[in-house]
């Protein structure tokens, strides 16, 4: 009983090298239909911005909204490398600033940023430039102006979709007495990433985001961006916001149907929730009750935390795959810890059998996309292609990292050497002080 009920899972999250093919094929159509303003599940959203010279210089301050931490970073660029004298510090977020209006939001966000002032003696006469990193989906209307389209992983402050984000930031400065700060770009985290990175390498054209959300940005020739007014459509290049997240053809399995179902925003971010650190472990949860009523796993019995939404975390996931003990000790205790009053060795392996299908589907799926973006731009795979990424996900959950390049070599062959994938910690903020360097048009420039 048991076999048959995990076979028939392992057949439901298995991403065979064929169906892998076809959600390139699937995400090569929907890119093309966002980027010609075709009804697409992705959205292709312009940035105007371009890849950095590695020339810029200044001083900076960075914030950057999207994650379980607000954090703010002060830099400066000295050219092709960050000087060393930057100040970093993180915010927690708590439900009451993210979830309650987005005056009480962006009046803790302003508020930070004058606490980050007074901590670090900077100036409050002069002027400042800021890069504002914001990692939701935003429709932007230039280099530091956007409107927000909907919030994701969890955030839901009143009053700011379809608002100017940088407009409200803006007056929450002022009113905070720091107008003196001028917010001189917006970014998502995952375009800093890319900027960050190629500030010092060339070959990088795609940044990507696997931690609480996912998402991806490349560079693309702006005449391919048809939906950009012809006027917009000059020579060169721009990166490309995908917001990958929200690609939709993807095959579900109930799991991923009960889950979304659920959630905030169902039928949105439909790739997110099942990649992303907000959501695997959710996923894992519906298996194991389900297991539990098939009384495949604790001998049918349901502690009761099994019965709480989003009770079984992302790190949970990661606890149980790290653990390399040979009576699965650990898997053992978080059990224990969990409810579950005597875990026996067949349950333990089971859990671990469980977070294993979850999160090596999430990580062929996240393979699958990266070979589409560079595919995109790149079809045989001729030049070198750096892919800057970050995120917990990416980052710690153990053998997700290796899970993705394995599926890219089973995907690209040989070619899969000239891809490489580099892990770019913070770069989302290092890289919205750059771009704020580009748009405040100090000594770089656009290309
Ligand atoms: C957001 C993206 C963001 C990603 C990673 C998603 O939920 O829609 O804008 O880049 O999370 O933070």
């Not at 530091?144 to 009143?158: C, I």
């Not at 653990?323 to 089971?350: C, F, M, W, Y």
């Not at 913070?426 to 919205?432: F, R």
Request: aromatic share 6%; hydrophobic share 40%.
């Amino acid at each position: 009983m048991s076999l048959s009920a995990l076979k028939s899972l392992g057949r439901d999250f298995e991403l065979s090298k064929k169906k892998m093919r076809s959600i390139i094929r699937g995400f090569h159509l929907e890119m093309d239909n966002g980027l010609s303003g075709r009804t697409s599940s992705l959205k292709m959203i312009p940035t105007y911005v371009g890849r950095p010279t590695g020339r810029e210089k200044g001083k900076y301050i960075a914030i950057d909204l999207g994650g379980t931490n607000f954090r703010i970073v002060s830099l400066t660029l000295k050219g092709r490398g960050v000087s060393s004298d930057h100040h970093v510090m993180k915010f927690a977020l708590r439900k009451r600033d993210i979830a309650s209006t987005g005056k009480r939001l962006f009046k803790f966000l302003a508020g930070s940023v004058k606490t980050f002032i007074k901590e670090n003696r900077i100036s409050r006469l002069g002027h400042i430039d800021l890069g504002f990193t914001f990692s939701f989906p935003v429709n932007q209307t230039g280099i530091a102006s956007g409107t927000l389209v909907m919030w994701t992983k969890g955030f839901s402050a009143s009053g700011v979709e379809g608002r100017d984000v940088v407009a409200l930031l803006k007056r929450s400065l002022e009113e905070e007495g720091i107008g003196n700060i001028s917010v001189t770009a917006l970014a998502n985290d995952t375009v800093g990433t890319l900027v960050a990175r190629s500030y010092s390498d060339r070959d990088c054209d795609v940044g990507i985001i696997i931690g609480t959300g996912t998402n991806a940005c490349y560079i693309e020739a702006i005449r391919k961006v048809r939906k950009l007014k012809a006027g917009r459509r000059k020579p060169g290049a721009m990166i490309i916001n995908m917001e990958w997240g929200n690609f939709n053809k993807l095959k579900l399995t109930r799991y991923d149907r009960q889950l979304d179902k659920k959630s905030d925003k169902p039928g949105a971010q439909m790739l997110e929730k099942m990649v992303s650190g907000m959501y695997l472990g959710e996923t894992c949860r519906l298996i194991m009750k389900d297991l539990i009523s098939k009384k495949v796993l604790f001998g049918g019995i349901s502690p009761a935390e099994f019965n709480k939404e989003m009770f079984f975390k992302g790190e949970f996931v990661s606890q149980v795959l790290a653990d390399r003990t040979h009576n699965l000790a650990q898997i053992k205790a978080l059990l224990r810890r969990s409810g579950v009053k005597d875990p026996s060795p067949e349950d333990r392996k089971i859990v671990r059998r469980v977070c294993e299908l979850v999160s090596i589907r999430a990580a062929r799926i996240s393979a699958a996309a990266i070979v589409a973006v560079v595919t995109k731009t790149d079809p045989s795979i001729r030049r070198k292609h750096t892919v800057a990424i970050d995120g917990s996900v990416y980052e710690k959950l153990p053998g997700f990292s290796g899970k993705i390049k394995e599926a890219i070599r089973e995907l690209s062959g040989r070619s899969s050497g000239k891809i490489r994938i580099m892990l770019t910690k913070n770069g989302s903020g290092y890289g919205a002080a750059i771009i704020a360097a580009v748009a405040a048009n100090k000594r770089g420039s656009v290309r």
